[in-house]
């Protein structure tokens, strides 16, 4: 498990160099005393570790800009690809406020040669814009959610893929939330396109924190949502980090099938496979504890397999088809 005793820890992700594996999350001191105050005080830290077990904290990978930039607020959560030259691309969101105290998001990114040293490119480069999504200006959500961008290359060959959190302008207010869709051929320069999913009365407000994978060869969509935050037919399932079955990395997804593979003691769940024996394994972070809460920090690695056709966290016996608890 990865913690710090003097901040709290909550949204990650990771990087595998062939050597090592880096954890880049965001945190905030607990001298805030409120763990609510931390989303308006990260940072972006990074670890390193040889075993997804013990964690090593190495130099801080990025904070918020200057007054007046696009991220002067805090920098949230992203992902990190390396590119056709050779540099690596660390994508994230920056946060700052808009006509008073609106939070707005968009995504910029930083390069480096190593991983360790981040430089910030001229940003943002990306935003959200009508027609396909909502902007603040509609009055019916908290924010301008356009965030969590997670990035990888087209299977095809044909550039880069960029999903977001982002929501529709349209559909009931608990359910607009939409996997947000840009393309790029080099990873400096994004074309927004149309949001992959739809609105839905079965849906979500945001669909925070998306992953895609090709797990022992089925095609899934990771992403996280409260029940506070989804349509009320939602409530019941209490689910953290939901799961959506896909035809392909791009869609089509089924949010009406999505389904709970945590509870909301845990959030953010990420997929990683382990680079010695291919296994597929969940991470999270610790939400809530038994009397409600915050508790921060990243998870140990906990295998996945698909079990009557759902990705489920499995123990040995589960491996059998035995079905595990969401």
């Not at 929501?167 to 051929?185: D, I, K, L, Q």
């Not at 899934?220 to 953290?240: I, K, N, Q, T, Y």
Request: charged content about 25%; proline content about 6%; some cysteine.
């Amino acid at each position: 498990m990865f913690d710090l005793s003097s901040s709290w820890v909550w949204d990650y992700w990771f990087a595998d160099d062939g050597e090592r594996y880096h954890l880049f999350f965001l945190y905030a001191s607990r001298a805030l005393h409120d763990p609510e105050a931390r989303h308006y005080r990260a940072s972006v830290g990074h670890a390193v570790s040889d075993d997804l077990v013990t964690w090593t904290p190495v130099a801080d990978a990025l904070v918020r800009g200057e007054a007046g930039s696009f991220d002067d607020l805090a920098t949230w959560t992203g992902s990190t690809v390396r590119g056709d030259d050779g540099l690596w691309y660390l994508f994230y969101t920056g946060s700052t406020r808009a006509d008073g105290d609106k939070n707005v998001q968009t995504v910029g990114y930083a390069t480096s040669t190593d991983l360790l040293t981040w430089t910030k490119a001229p940003g943002p480069v990306l935003r959200a814009a009508g027609p396909w999504y909502e902007t603040i200006d509609s009055g019916a959500w908290h924010d301008e959610a356009f965030r969590d961008p997670w990035v990888f290359a087209d299977p095809r060959g044909d550039g880069w893929h960029m999903l977001v959190t982002a929501r529709a302008p349209e559909g009931p207010v608990r359910g607009r939330g939409v996997v947000g869709h840009a393309w790029s051929a080099d990873l400096r320069t994004w074309e927004l396109r149309p949001p992959l999913t739809a609105p839905s009365e079965r849906g979500f407000g945001q669909l925070e924190v998306t992953q895609v994978e090709v797990v022992d060869g089925r095609p899934v969509l990771l992403f996280s949502c409260l029940a506070e935050h989804g349509m009320p037919a939602r409530e019941a399932e209490r689910g953290g980090t939901w799961a959506v079955p896909a035809e392909s990395l791009l869609g089509p997804f089924d949010i009406d099938a999505a389904y709970p593979i945590t509870d909301e003691s845990l959030y953010v769940g990420r997929l990683l496979r382990r680079r010695d024996d291919g296994q597929w394994l969940l991470f999270a972070f610790r939400h809530l504890d038994e009397d409600g809460a915050f508790v921060g920090g990243v998870t140990d690695p906990m295998p996945v397999a698909w079990v009557d056709g759902r990705l489920t966290v499995t123990d040995d016996a589960r491996r059998e088809g035995a079905p595990a608890p969401a």
